[in-house]
């Protein structure tokens, strides 16, 4: 009776092993080579990524080795930012799987945001003034781009540039002023009905519209005003 009931036993251990078994191996298997892994990366990253205004995105995920053996995966890889890694210029992504055999995989990803800025249409040397012709837009990895640059070349009209600027370079808010720190300006108090002038110096850098502190020469009073022309601000009254 006793060697009866352990072979049963054993019979049913033998059948529910069989059938975990047939389970498994009815169980979908994906495979993802090294261009599967590549879009998985990809793709990721597209939909993370806030395309700047008037700008657009190009993700580059990095070629993995094609001599690489395929992936198996039973369900849907998990995919994620590596650890320390996240929307940079250089990013990398973790894929990971742990069924039918765990196994993890990095996919380094190139982030490019471009967008269109004003840039240098000819070389232009410090002192000089800056006209439209010497203005054009162009698309650029802002990425690169490490100060404030201009989308439209009407703010730059008129500005003295400080430092040299070749051609096709992106101008930069520190490379130009209208009013420059340290030297005199014009001083324009004015209302409805009343306008004086006085001499005054620059304590900061500004452009058209920007507000700048100067001082009155003959107070030595500081006060903030308006940039509105070529060493030139405004104070209403």
């Not at 059948?15 to 298997?29: E, G, K, M, R």
């Not at 009343?194 to 020469?217: C, H, Q």
Request: hydrophobic share 40%.
């Amino acid at each position: 009776m006793i060697i009866r009931n352990s072979l049963l036993i054993s019979l049913f251990l033998i059948i529910v092993h069989s059938n975990a078994f047939a389970n498994d191996q009815d169980q979908p298997t994906q495979r993802f080579d090294h261009k599967a892994l590549q879009s998985l990366a990809h793709e990721f990253v597209q939909a993370q990524v806030i395309k700047p205004d008037n700008g657009r995105v190009d993700i580059v995920a990095n070629n993995l080795d094609p001599r690489m053996v395929a992936k198996k995966c039973a369900t849907k890889p998990e995919v994620g930012f590596a650890s320390n890694s996240g929307l940079d210029s250089y990013t990398t992504v973790e894929i990971q799987c742990a069924a039918p055999t765990a196994w993890r995989t990095y996919v380094p990803v190139r982030i490019y945001r471009y967008k269109p800025v004003i840039t240098a249409a000819v070389p232009m040397s410090p002192g000089h003034l800056v006209t439209q012709a010497d203005l054009t837009t162009t698309e650029v990895d802002i990425n690169r781009i490490r100060s404030n640059v201009f989308t439209d070349a009407k703010a730059l009209i008129g500005a003295r540039i400080k430092k040299r600027i070749r051609s096709g370079q992106p101008i930069e808010a520190s490379d130009t002023c209208l009013v420059c720190s340290g030297e005199k300006v014009t001083i324009v108090a004015k209302n409805k009905s009343l306008r004086i002038t006085a001499t005054g110096k620059a304590l900061a850098d500004g452009l058209k519209g920007e507000s700048v502190t100067v001082e009155n020469v003959r107070s030595n009073k500081a006060l903030e005003a308006v940039v509105t022309g070529l060493n030139e601000v405004t104070v209403q009254l």
